[in-house]
């Protein structure tokens, strides 16, 4: 999925779920592929990529890199380790938003139940249909494919407006709800999308949609068979009149940086209002304020991206400007989590300190309170988080969090001086227990501290120093030593 937008485009991660509600997996063993999968887990997760030469053909990648394939006979496979002739396949939507799978070679239909999977029936029967479950993170950035504009929250006029050039700040965010095959779109306001436009407090059918793929890009089909388009000068975000969905009906998941506020130790916050430097002068949060957070997947360091485009940069003699339009060396700074603070030391080897002016510079060797930054994460009212084994969800019958689930829980992100509360939905607090469990019903919020290791994942610290892991039974403690791929989330 190319995209125009500033940031990547989401690769379409999905399980297919059989007419008997069971997941089509892909067994390590063997190369092995079966629909028993009870839930979506990794070995239950495939990765669409389409045809360079023929949009319309696909391949469907299994967690092992593998390919599924069909021959002559209809027999199903699951190994090959790139995409030959018996492994293309065509999407044949139905109007449920169900697909077929028809192989392009054979022109059958793939399906079947348990060990019991071909690819030899001549039509379409109920057996052939497999339902669609995202296995995305779920709250990323909406971009419309037509208006080249992203979807925000227009709190005013009580919509999702699609006018906006960057995806910027809380209002960009959008949240997938899924439940029973179909999705729903969530403003950071918990409110949801309803096809005539509106933003209503429940989930109902007027906003459950089902979601369609054409060309890679998405489209979502309302209660009424009409699907979602941006409508008029602002691209007024409802059902329009079209049964079919054309450019105007497509959109692009792209992912959620992280974006944040610092406030430095005189109080004030820094930002890029009086010009190309960077300082610490504003008593207001406003987008000039606010910073994007985009992590190195090569060097785990961090650019800061400006509401205009431009990128934080080490000039002469230390100074901090917001010149640089490309990423180099001079743009990159390693972040140094200290509880409640945070340092940054820039690309000289020298920590960011901030003038008795407000001007940032990388002139230290220590860190002292002119070092320290208090930053703030901005756009995660809403939290969910995606470990190595699932979603972090309560546990049914205790006070206890899952965190190996295929369903998502969603909880409140409440910042206090550097640290965060989790609230749960019932309006309770995330505590750790003196066994180092982490529970779900505290009266009283404790802290938890974010931090940011890699690109895409946060670590999350508790008032213990310790981190959130699942263990092997999948239930979420707080006893990491350190950070490794047991205690990093996708949020």
């Known amino acids: ?102 192989s392009e070679p054979y022109q059958r239909y793939f399906g079947g139940s348990a060990d019991y999977l071909s690819c030899f029936a001549q039509a379409i029967g109920e057996q052939e249909l497999w339902a669609v479950h995202l296995a995305l993170h779920p709250q990323a950035s ?26 910027w700040g809380v209002d960009s965010l959008v949240t997938l709800v899924y439940l029973d095959g179909k999705y729903s ?25 089902t979601l369609e793929l054409k060309s890679g890009k998405l489209a979502f089909k309302d209660c009424d068979g009409k699907y979602l388009a941006p409508v008029g000068p602002t691209g007024t975000l409802r059902s329009g009149r079209c049964s079919k969905p054309g450019k105007d009906e497509l959109f692009d998941l792209e992912e959620s940086h992280p974006q944040v506020v610092f406030q430095a130790a005189n109080k004030r916050f820094v930002s890029v209002k009086q010009g190309v430097s960077i300082s610490a002068n504003q008593d207001m949060e406003t987008d000039m304020e606010t910073f994007q957070m985009e ?128 609230k749960s939905v019932n309006g309770k607090f995330w505590y750790i227990s003196s066994s180092g469990l982490v529970c779900s019903d505290g009266e009283k919020a404790e802290d938890f501290f974010l931090e940011f290791p890699e690109h895409g994942r946060v670590a999350v610290k508790g008032s213990n120093g310790k981190y959130l892991r699942g263990d092997q039974g999948g239930t979420l403690m707080c006893d990491g030593a350190s950070v490794d791929a047991s205690s990093v989330w996708e949020y």
């Open 1 to 102: 999925m190319s995209t125009n937008g500033i940031n990547k485009a989401l690769k379409l991660q999905f399980g297919l779920i059989n007419y008997e509600n069971r997941y089509l997996t892909a067994e390590a063993f063997g190369f092995k592929v079966n629909a028993s999968g009870i839930s979506l887990k990794k070995k239950q997760i495939w990765t669409l990529e389409q045809d360079e030469q023929d949009g319309q053909v696909v391949f469907l990648r299994s967690h092992l890199g593998r390919y599924l394939a069909s021959d002559k006979a209809g027999k199903i496979i699951c190994g090959a380790e790139k995409p030959e002739p018996e492994c293309r396949f065509l999407i044949v939507p139905q109007s449920d938003g169900r697909w077929a799978l028809q």
């Open 142 to 167: 909406l971009l419309s494919v037509a208006r080249k504009r992203y979807a925000h929250l227009s709190a005013s006029e009580g919509e999702i407006s699609v006018d906006s050039n960057i995806p």
């Open 185 to 209: 779109l969530k403003t950071c306001d918990s409110r949801f999308l309803s096809n005539d436009g509106k933003l209503v407090k429940e989930n109902s059918n007027t906003t459950s949609f």
């Open 295 to 422: 992590i190195d997947k090569e060097s785990k360091k961090s650019m800061f991206r400006t509401n205009g485009g431009s990128y934080w940069t080490l000039v002469t003699h230390g100074e901090i400007q917001s010149t640089a339009t490309e990423v180099e060396v001079n743009t990159m700074f390693d972040i140094e989590w200290r509880g409640h603070r945070v340092a940054l030391k820039a690309s000289n080897g020298k920590y960011v300190c901030t003038k008795k002016n407000g001007q940032l510079s990388a002139v230290s060797d220590t860190v002292g309170d002119d070092e320290l930054l208090l930053m703030k994460l901005i756009n995660r009212p809403m939290l969910i988080l995606q470990g190595e084994n699932g979603f972090v969800c309560h546990h049914k019958n205790s006070n206890t969090l899952d965190a190996n689930r295929s369903v998502y829980d969603i909880f409140s992100l409440l910042f206090n001086n550097g640290a965060y509360h989790i």
